[in-house]
């Protein structure tokens, strides 16, 4: 049951029909000295007591701190009507009310994943420890003891429609950064090239290409495209910006923006097109950021890969004698103006395979903290090939997940292109 005339009403206000002092505009209002803050006025709060003098009592209390959209209940049933009726943003419930008590409805409220947020100030006159216990451990926000002091009431109810506000808020920040990070995750994985065009590339080609593509946080800085030119040459260019997230992706659009924008006779020259890369990285990017990068030019006509890179993991290269990791030294891409880029060529015949990946996959550790290293992706690829030969990159990367697990701390790009 409830407990009838036990709020603490200041000197000359104890008639709780009498008209509520207006609050002065915004945050100078006060109330014994006490500042108001931010207006409350677009609050709502519910009362759940079934005493009539406890209700009006609060209401005026409320009405001091400036909020006027005032809901009331008297048992368990009206509580619960009024939270769909009313949707408020603070309930101040009763410890002992009727049938179901303010407890068994805090607990009852919990439950519900709808009320999970709301706040909860219960009301007591028990002022024992246990009975704290038994209300925080219901759900319980807050617990204000009866008699009720009206400025403990007032700042405790502002404080908790306050935070409340500030979790909405921060938690449709939050909503927005995912709707944009999901737009951009789309954006970054349009910079890849879509299958059909992949497949079709390689028809005409005499290629197989398999292509995992996976960021670590939504978006991050790979990005590999493929192209041809020449009639009998095909471009191959992965790169890996510095860092992760957005500012990593934007440097990504960046660059793939530049390489779009290179005329093709440009495209024969793998340290010449680093080069360019290089300087026009220099101009954009902000210090500190940088990408490391592999362009390779598979030619047909000779039965040959021309390469060069900018501090890329070593590519592997597959033939009838096994696997030869290549030389992917170079300066980075945005560090240096100076920096000067090697060509390298090696055959790549009819059956002969190259596998590029990212150091997300290399740099991978394992349950015990050890890192894979390429020596290890190494033997991850020999594997692969000994068990699925004709689609070794699917069985690559199930094992790689199975002894590094399928999060990632790095963004991951894996390509593994064979010739037919």
Known sequence: ???????????????????????????????????????????????????????????????????????????????????????????????????????????????????????ILMQSAVHSDQMRTVCFSAGATDLIAKPINPGECIARVRYHLERRSMVQELRAFHERVERDLRQARAMQLALVPEPAELAALAERNGLTVESVFRASDEIGGDFWTAFEFDGSRVGVFAADLSGHGIAAAINAFRLHTLLTRTPPEELRDPARLLRQLNLRLCEILPLGQFATAFYGVIDRADDTLLYAAAAAPSPLLATNFGFQPLDASGPLLGAFTDSAYTNRQVPLRRGDALFLYSDGLSEARDADGAMLGEDGLLRLAERAVAETPDRPLPALMARHAAIHGERLTDDVTALWITRR
């Open 1 to 119: 049951m409830g407990h009838a005339r036990a709020m603490m009403v200041p000197p000359g206000t104890d008639d709780a029909a009498a008209p509520p002092r207006a609050p002065r505009n915004g945050a100078g209002a006060s109330v014994y000295g006490m500042e108001l803050g931010i207006p409350l006025g677009g609050c709502r709060v519910l009362i759940a007591d079934d005493s009539a003098f406890n209700r009006r009592t609060l209401t005026r209390f409320l009405q001091w701190a400036g909020i006027t959209q005032v809901a009331f209940a008297s048992s368990a049933e009206e509580v619960m009507e009024r939270l769909e009726s009313f949707a408020p943003d603070l309930l101040l419930l009763d410890a002992a009310m009727p049938r179901m008590d303010g407890i068994g409805v805090c607990r009852s409220l919990r439950g519900d994943p709808r009320w999970r947020d709301l706040p």
